[in-house]
């Protein structure tokens, strides 16, 4: 589904991610780990194809498009969906308005017919539900004055709705308690499927207990330096990431 | 090649031709005193500072020295006569008229028809009114031949919204109107104040418009002043806000941009316990001016004032934000802020924020900020990100930062009648 190749890429003039490879199948979650200023964020950023993130090298397709042809809202439309670390704040734009242009803006983009009012109001309730977000939310400016676990609730609430194939979470148990942890994991889990790939960025071992990935890759230096199974993020939790660095060196 | 008009000859012949018929003999006096400082000035220039940023060719480009007149022809009110229950008062062309107009609880009378006790008040107010820097509220002065006061004595159930449309017959002249409100202590009002032209006019036309709000001892207003005329209109306006012990004001603006839109505001807190709202939106385009001068006088202690400007800047108009707050030695425990946001979508609009603070008393909380910006790329990579064009979001985006203002009005049929008309504007602009 998703494929990186030797990717380079630099943020304002600064190489960050220096030759990375990832493989990505159908229904595969892949956790990428790592130290602060491994270029974490910055993976997702330039997935998702946000300004000033610039691929320098390497190739990376989604169900074999090349992603750098396209717009933001176009690798959105076609089954990107990046889960912010630091959702924005769009006063003045209510969540409901936003959701609908989303949903329809993607339907045109994919021929289909944009779902009406109806379903569409009842299937933003039912993600509300989902992830334990009041109904008063979606009236409500697109994350204005929400507590960060709002936020993050709101994003996979978006992300239950969008109902995309590659998920990719930055960082999405930055500044969770342990109840809206479980929460974000809930959500995230029930829309695992065999056609849904899931990239899990972050840097705790903890979202790990309740999101199980079948592969955890360690980044440093902005390169993925270490893969393995899920026991490879016991083993990070416990020594730290320093040993592998060192072992890189 | 036409000679340049001079404006200030013109008008004052205007005046004293009036001057020949009047029916307020009461007034004469003020307005010759008015008229005389008017005379006086000089018209003003790119060095004048008080008009610093207008460009105000078109009055010396040709001629408006002649009055505008009613028109009972086929005139359109604007949707929100019919979406909002209230009173109405219409004028056309500055005349007041009654086929249009449907004043069930509140009335209105015309200075000309004053009884002793309101001729003093009015007299009293107009004379609270000076300011000489400003040549056309001197000139709306010295043609106060006549004008509507409104006075709000009991509970008043509906709004009342007060329409002044032009009509084609309108071009190339001048309409002045005046207008004095007062919400008696302990009362409660509503006032829509809507400027709107009938058609699509191809010509200019000048409006001069001056109102005198004054809130008596604990009384509420609620106002809105929507300027949403088309684009060749000229306005001046003027809008002073007097208010008595624990009065509460609160008032919002919208402004679309014209050849020339330039509206002063005052308020003056001249009790203590008084509370001012002050907000707005400006939306400018193509080759547009618009223009809000705020001034806030806190003259006594303990009044609070929050005010709050947002303005759209694109194509290659030109807006102004000049917002003082005047604090004077008296008025301790002052709280007062002002925040004026500036959003350009072109590199050739051009915005001039001025917020200006004078302060006199040392016990006070005061604070401003004023910003101009493009476009938050985070907040547009987030709207892409979830699949919307870049387009579409840039206009979400605008929309977005003054429905902000547009979502906290009281009174939702306003709210829901601009809403389209400002996204409507947002769409073409794109």
């Known amino acids: 589904m998703l494929s990186i190749n030797n990717l380079v890429a630099e943020v304002e003039g600064k190489t960050i991610l220096k030759g990375l490879n990832l493989e990505v199948k159908p229904g595969e979650v892949h956790a990428i780990m790592g130290p602060n200023g491994a270029g974490k964020s910055t993976l997702g950023n330039v997935l998702a194809g946000r300004e000033n993130y610039e691929k320098t090298d390497g190739t990376v397709t989604l169900d074999g498009k090349d992603i750098f042809e396209l717009e933001p809202e176009e690798r959105a439309a076609e089954g990107m969906f990046l889960a912010f670390q630091y959702p924005v704040e769009i006063p003045g734009v209510s969540n409901l308005e936003f959701l609908k242009a989303s949903i329809d803006a993607i339907s045109k983009y994919r021929g289909v017919e944009a779902p009406d009012s109806v379903s569409f109001m009842k299937k933003a309730r039912e993600a509300c539900k989902a992830v334990n977000l009041d109904q008063n939310f979606l009236k409500r400016g697109v994350n204005e004055g929400f507590s960060g676990g709002e936020k993050k609730r709101n994003e996979i609430m978006q992300m239950m709705l969008l109902e995309p194939k590659l998920c990719i979470l930055d960082e999405t148990d930055s500044g969770l308690d342990i109840d809206a942890l479980q929460v974000v994991a809930k959500g995230v889990n029930e829309l695992r499927s065999p056609d849904r790939a899931f990239v899990v960025v972050t840097h705790y071992q903890r979202l790990l207990d309740y999101i199980v990935p079948d592969y955890v890759h360690v980044l440093a230096d902005g390169k993925i330096v270490k893969s393995g199974g899920k026991e490879l993020a016991l083993e990070l939790e416990k020594k730290g990431y320093s040993w592998l660095e060192q072992e890189v060196a | ?430």
């Not at chain 2, 002649?66 to 004028?91: F, M, N, T, Y």
């Not at chain 2, 609880?105 to 820097?133: G, H, M, P, S, V």
């Not at chain 2, 109102?211 to 809008?239: M, P, W």
């Open chain 2, 1 to 430: 090649m036409s000679q340049a008009v001079d404006y200030i000859r013109e008008s004052s012949e205007l005046a004293q031709t009036l001057e020949a018929k009047t029916k307020t003999d009461w007034l004469a006096d003020f307005r010759k005193q008015r008229l005389n400082a008017f005379a006086h000035s000089s018209f003003p220039t790119r060095k004048t500072e008080h008009f610093k940023y207008n460009n105000l060719s078109a009055l010396t480009r040709q001629s408006f020295a002649r009055l505008a007149e009613a028109d009972s022809g086929d005139i359109k009110l604007p949707e929100l006569a019919e979406q909002l229950d209230a009173d109405r008062l219409v004028l056309v062309n500055g005349e007041y008229d009654s086929s249009l107009s449907k004043l069930e609880e509140q009335a209105i009378t015309f200075y000309r028809d004053a009884n002793a006790d309101q001729k003093d008040f009015i007299l009293e107010q107009l004379n609270k009114k000076n300011d000489k820097k400003n040549i056309f509220s001197l000139l709306n002065d010295s043609l106060t031949q006549d004008g509507i006061l409104i006075e709000f004595n009991q509970a008043q159930t509906k709004p009342l919204h007060i329409i002044y449309v032009a009509t084609e017959s309108a071009q190339q002249k001048t309409t002045f109107a005046n207008c004095l409100i007062r919400v008696a202590a302990n009362c409660q009002a509503t006032v829509v104040e809507h400027f709107a032209t009938n058609k699509d006019a191809t010509d200019n036309s000048l409006f001069n418009q001056s109102t005198q709000c004054v809130l008596n001892d604990n009384a509420h207003l609620n106002h809105y002043r929507l300027h949403l005329e088309e684009e060749h209109t000229i306005h001046f306006g003027e809008l002073d806000f007097w208010l008595d012990a624990h009065s509460q004001l609160n008032s919002f603006h919208v402004g679309l941009g014209s050849q020339i839109k330039r509206l002063d505001i005052n308020v003056y807190h001249q009790a203590s316990g008084s509370h001012a709202d002050l907000n707005g939106v400006y939306l400018s385009n193509a080759q547009q001016q618009i223009d809000y001068h705020t001034n806030v006088e806190h003259r006594v202690p303990h009044c609070t004032t929050q005010e709050i400007f947002r303005g759209i800047v694109g194509g290659s108009s030109k807006a102004v934000f000049n917002g003082r707050i005047h604090i004077l030695q008296d008025a301790q425990k002052t709280l007062a802020e002002l925040s004026n946001k500036n959003l350009l979508l072109s590199n050739k609009a051009e915005i001039n924020t001025k917020p200006e603070l004078e302060i006199y008393a040392d016990d006070v909380q005061c604070a401003h900020g004023a910003t101009v910006a493009k476009m938050d790329e985070t907040s547009l990579f987030y709207l892409q990100s979830r699949g919307i064009p870049k387009s579409q979001a840039e206009l979400m985006l605008s929309f977005g930062f003054i429905n902000e203002l547009i979502d906290g009005l009281k009174h939702q049929a306003v709210g829901d009648y601009l809403r389209p008309i400002l996204a409507n504007l947002f769409e073409q602009a794109a």
